[in-house]
């Protein structure tokens, strides 16, 4: 079964607005990462979060990370149209990096 | 710089063809590879993954197998292909040697089986 589970599976904002999208996983992780797919490409790597730490910045994103809840969050402030794409949130449970994604959420920034 | 290349990008095949993808990874070396299968409109499924020539761990019993004939070369395979095999196949490559590393992605292969 799917380890990470995005949520919501669509969101849909106007630009400049902040996105927020949700993931929850089922066992314990050594990290979580988030990736971006832009339409018919490969993903890039957004930023990685150890299981010690609860929160990240990387430009405009904000990762956080409840172990306790076994939930992160990624969010995007500002976004702009070039941030449409699919996000994933993937689960590393340690050994050969095998991560679990989860289905992803469709975001969609209106101009 | 590390580069990843996976080919082709596209891909048509009859049922029962065979099947050969290759990925190669340049400017690292010893690095762990990965193929994943996305589905339509979904996440991904990790298919195979390897942490050294000739290493290779199947996640899923199916009907593709996978290769690493060098240390930066990654081949996924199949001798008769099904249509449940039509997907966007994915190649990555991470640090090996249990080093914490994001993945790294591949442009990937639009397989269609008809």
Known sequence: ?111 | SQTIHQWPATLVQPVGSPLSLECTVEGTSNPNLYWYRQAAGRGLQLLFYSVGIGQISSEVPQNLSASRPQDRQFILSSKKLLLSDSGFYLCAWSLGQGRESPLHFGNGTRLTVT
């Open chain 1, 1 to 111: 079964s799917q380890q990470g589970e995005e949520d919501p599976q669509a969101l849909s904002i106007q630009e400049g607005e902040n996105a927020t999208m949700n993931c929850s996983y089922k066992t314990s992780i050594n990290n979580l990462q988030w990736y971006r797919q832009n339409s018919g490409r490969g993903l890039v790597h957004l930023i990685l979060i150890r299981s010690n730490e609860r929160e990240k910045h990387s430009g405009r994103l904000r990762v956080t990370l409840d172990t306790s809840k076994k939930s992160s969050s990624l969010l995007i402030t500002a976004s702009r149209a070039a941030d449409t794409a699919s996000y994933f949130c993937a689960t590393d449970k340690g050994g050969a990096q095998k991560l679990v994604f989860g289905q992803g959420t469709r975001l969609t920034i209106n101009p």
